[in-house]
């Protein structure tokens, strides 16, 4: 996989994640629980960190910040996947996690698979 399709694929997926982030933000159940928040704020962060490199088609410095940020994204994910069913186990937070988790390994996959060039 080039570079720019990495960055082409990466962003797809954070699409997915932006998903999971608005879930959380809205979900009732984890307003009070400020370890639950900070799954979505992270999400957030890390879109937020490679989207000016996407927008000026920067390959080299999105593929940076992505796996700059990435171990806090995975921190988060691991989290959110260990301790969802304390808030609740309702089928849309099994399904987020298990969402959530699959961005994060298939980031991690294509970020091993970039070719030079």
């Known amino acids: 996989m080039t570079a720019e399709q990495a960055m082409e694929r990466i962003n797809l997926l954070l699409a997915h ?3 999971v982030r608005n879930f959380l933000k809205h979900a009732d ?3 009070d ?4 928040l900070d799954v979505h704020r992270m999400i957030f962060d890390y879109s937020r960190a490679v989207e000016p490199s996407f927008q000026r088609r920067d390959v080299q410095e999105y593929l ?3 796996r700059g940020k990435l171990s806090k994204l995975r921190k988060a994910s691991e989290f959110f996947a260990r301790e969802y069913k304390r808030v609740s186990d309702h089928t849309n937070f099994q ?13 991690e996959e294509v ?3 970039v070719t030079s060039g």
Do not use: K
Not at 33 to 36: H, K
Not at 95 to 107: D, F, P, R
């Open 64 to 66: 940076h910040r992505a």
């Open 111 to 113: 970020l091993a698979g």
């Open 95 to 107: 399904m987020a996690a298990m969402s959530l988790q699959g961005v994060v390994t298939q980031i």
């Open 29 to 31: 159940e984890v307003q």
């Open 17 to 19: 994640a932006w998903m």
């Open 33 to 36: 629980d400020e370890e639950m």
